[in-house]
């Protein structure tokens, strides 16, 4: 076919060495700091998806580039198989430089702005990746006639101008890069042996693991040269042009893997999710709970239905008075005891697991006839709350509550999954149904109602705080007052509810901005003043070192608000979560994604009792007390803080499957 003959001749291939030259250069770069710590594992992740995905996405522009060079070269009459080679070198070279001021045109025609569209930032990053290929493939090209000369002059065959240049150059430009970083002002705060230190031992990690890359990038580079090379024999175009359906295949292959690792990280961190405890016996819930409870005496909602969470859920009630019979050894944390004042009453926990109705509007139909049954309505403060994706609802918030209330409370919850949070984010438009339906016949009952209305707030934590968040979407803060929702309190908040952008962004006629607050501790809410602090009701308590907070899609493509130049300061703060963003980090392309993911991953791996990353716990009861409007003394907070943390270590011992502690731990 007339086709085949115009590609005879072998052309020269930039792709695979612009792409590993860029590799190299951006792989220190996956050794700044972001908001944890990284593990070796966690590190190899962070620099080998980083890498390999610089890599693939550099090689389809560059052969893109090389592809149109190509087509336009052999347009031409050419004599000789030699005249081929230059002139399609010199068409690449021109498409590489003509590149750069397009690419970057493109950039800074659509500067960053927070909150933007995530199409444009992905046109954005076209023009920057096609920018930064242009200036890889003319340095290698550039360097490659260099070493040709040298050759040519001293005789050696060829050997010379074989050389690989590509790594070496892009670690040459990694080292060029990262001297420029430590010596830039944000990087004051490491220790002056620290900085010269630190670009020679991150490329020294980066050696290996763009050493593997390289292997891993000629496999790709053979496979997809030999798809292209047998595309071009069936269908119209050259090799150069159908190689790049190769380094696609390559490229989804890529995303596939890394999504794998992510769903395995998941698992690992959530295990036991759907694990049967020993220790819960089918009699555990006539034992160890009241009638105020569901699974309990005269519950409409069985035992065995609540599933693992539920059960937990029912045992870590807080009981009104004290355990007749106590063990010995075992400290009484009654409310009456820890308050030092009677219980108005028993607290009142209402739980509807998956299994204990097929539909939505049936298992809302049994939660509201568990209120009834419980006199859940008599309570002063009904405390709606949306579990994480497992079903599970902190211990430390349900005890809070009771404490702060004696006892005059009643939470209401319903199952939207079953899977870990990371797994369940399809199942957010059914929670938000859900969760509005419930609501909103809540709201009914109230409006009806004889006599003093019960407050109603609403507690959530993380992936809790994204479905109950989203029964408002597109309300602004009209949404909870529409559903008669008094104070909100959502800790860990996901990046991925659209509710909390609209309420922090600017420009929507339906938030009332001084209505929200949205802090690290407590005490940057009190810093805000007791005026500003009267207007507020509903707050977002996110850790500026909790990577759920900060991961989401959108950072492949433009810096989040939170990466800015106005970024808080990093401030110690004694008993809480450590406030601000290290000033050395900064958003890089595809890297930074990376590195969020794994902070995200750090941030939920269960620690010590303390304010840190996606742990709220030590946060809650002042935040508690003062956002639902529940005064107690500062002694009464001091020992209720003292209950919390005992009934915290005790809980970890109870489902350690030790049967010596009570599920309640009095």
Known sequence: MPHRSRHAVASPDTGVSVGLLLASAFAPGTFARSLSARSAMDQGMVTGLSTGLHYLLTVGSQDALQAAAAELAQKRSLRSGRDAVRR?????????????????????????????????????????????????????????????????????????????????????????????????????????????????????????????????????????????????????????????????????????AGYQVYGRAMRKIETGASADEPLLEADEGSRWTGRTVSGGPESLVSWSELGREGRRHALTYVRPQPLIDRPEGVPDLSIETVTGEPAKGAPVHVYVSLDSAPTARERVDLALAEMDRTDAFDRSLIMLISPTGTGYVNYVAMAAAAYLTRGDVATVTMQYSKRPSPLSLGKVKGAREQNRLLWLRILERLHDRPGPRPRVVIFGESLGAHTSQDA???????????????????????????????????????????????????????????????????????????????????????????????????????????????PEMRWRPITTFFQSLVDMKNAQIPGAYRAWAHDYRPDLLRFMSEVFELPASSQQLADIEIALRARESYREQLFAAKPDVTPDGS
């Open 88 to 256: 399609q070198r010199a068409y690449t070279v021109g498409a590489d430089l003509a590149v750069i001021p397009l690419g970057l045109a493109l950039r800074y025609a659509l500067p960053s702005a927070p909150g933007e569209a995530m199409m444009r930032g992905l046109l954005r990053q076209a023009g920057w990746r096609f920018a930064v290929t242009g200036i890889g493939g003319a340095l290698l090209i550039g360097t490659r006639a260099v070493l040709e000369g040298i050759d040519a002059r001293v005789g050696a065959r060829g050997r010379i101008a074989a050389f690989p240049v590509a790594v070496p150059l892009g670690l040459g430009v990694a080292f060029v890069l990262e001297r420029q970083r430590v010596a830039a002002p944000e990087s004051t705060a490491a220790s002056a042996e620290e900085q010269r230190a630190a670009p020679l031992r991150s490329l020294a990690i980066s050696a290996g693991v763009v050493g593997g890359l390289a292997v891993a990038a000629y496999g790709e580079h053979a496979v997809a040269t030999q798809a292209g090379s047998r595309l071009s024999r069936l269908l119209p175009g050259g090799p150069q042009l159908w190689k790049l359906t190769g380094h696609a295949a390559s490229l989804g292959l890529l995303a596939a």
């Open 472 to 582: 408002f979407l597109h309300w602004g803060t009209l949404g909870p007052e529409a559903l008669g929702i008094d104070r909100a309190l959502w800790i860990g908040t996901p990046y991925l509810s659209e509710w909390m952008h609209e309420i922090t962004g600017p420009g929507r006629m339906d938030v009332d901005h001084d209505a929200v607050a949205v802090v690290n501790d407590f005490d940057q809410l009190q810093e805000l003043g007791d005026e500003r602090r009267s207007r507020i009701r509903y707050v977002l308590v996110s850790h500026d070192n909790d990577g759920v907070t900060k991961f989401g899609p959108d950072l492949l493509s433009p810096a989040p608000r939170w990466l800015t130049s106005d970024r808080p300061a990093p401030q110690d703060v004694p008993g809480a979560s450590p406030r601000g963003i290290p």
